[in-house]
């Protein structure tokens, strides 16, 4: 069976540290992965998702980026992090292939900002 | 971006009884739906998914999908407080690919 893993799952950072989250899917090949923020409060936003290798799409503009640099993993950094960065970050994985697929998620990593 | 309305809640349901959620979605040609729900503190779990007009059920969980209306549903039969949570609809996006989007989600309280 899948299984995703994402760590750490609390993180206190400092303004203007770096960041790097990363998650890693075991059971499947070639999946789609994500990483979606969310809020206190609020609904999921999407921030990155990557149907391949090296293929990586931006949905919001900001202080953050992502990489893939296994089929299975995930990477999600920031070289400065700001207050607004605090949330919850979640990565998920979908088989690949056609659209349509639901997402798994990994538990979260709750990130801090001070 | 397309657009996954949910009412925010709080809903507030009385233990044993049946538990109504909504969502409307704007894109006409979105083909899958899914159901997810959210404890507090912790991340979203697939409860169901429906790709076809009409009823779907999963033992107390029946999922509803009028794409004429472009409207899609969940019932919980017998509430049970453990049912207690946000409840995301998430649809897909046919622009681009492969992205779910998801509504605000509706938070569901069962009392004893």
């Known amino acids: 069976s899948q299984t995703i893993h994402q760590w750490p799952a609390t993180l206190v950072q400092p303004v203007g540290s770096p960041l790097s989250l990363e998650c890693t899917v075991e059971?499947?090949?070639?999946?789609?992965l994500y990483w979606y923020r969310q809020a206190a409060g609020r609904g999921l936003q999407l921030l990155f998702y990557?149907?391949?290798?090296?293929?990586i799409s931006s949905e919001v503009p900001q202080n953050l980026s992502a990489s893939r640099p296994q089929d299975r993993q995930f990477i999600l950094s920031s070289k400065k992090l700001l207050l607004s960065d605090s949330g919850f970050y979640l990565c998920?994985?979908?088989?690949?292939?056609?659209?349509?697929?639901?997402?798994?998620f990994g538990n979260g990593t709750r990130l801090t900002v001070t | 971006q397309k657009e996954v309305e949910q009412n925010s809640g709080p809903l507030s349901v009385p233990e044993g009884a049946i538990a109504s959620l909504n969502c409307t979605y704007s894109?006409?040609?979105?083909?899958?739906f899914f159901w997810y729900r959210q404890y507090s503190g912790k991340s979203p779990e697939l409860i169901m998914s429906?790709?076809?007009?009409g009823d779907k059920e999963d033992g107390r969980f029946t999922a509803q999908l009028n794409k004429a209306s472009q409207y899609v549903s969940l019932l919980i039969r017998d509430s049970q407080p453990s049912d207690s949570a946000t409840y995301l609809c998430?649809?897909?996006?046919?622009?681009?690919?492969?992205?779910?989007?998801f509504g605000q989600g509706t938070r569901l309280t069962i009392n004893p």
């Open positions: 998430a649809v897909y996006e046919l622009q681009g690919a492969q992205k779910l989007v």
């Open positions: 990557s149907v391949g290798i090296g293929q």
């Open positions: 059971g499947t090949s070639n999946p789609n």
């Open positions: 429906i790709y076809s007009n």
């Open positions: 998920a994985w979908s088989v690949g292939g056609p659209v349509g697929s639901p997402l798994h």
């Open positions: 894109d006409r040609g979105s083909q899958s």
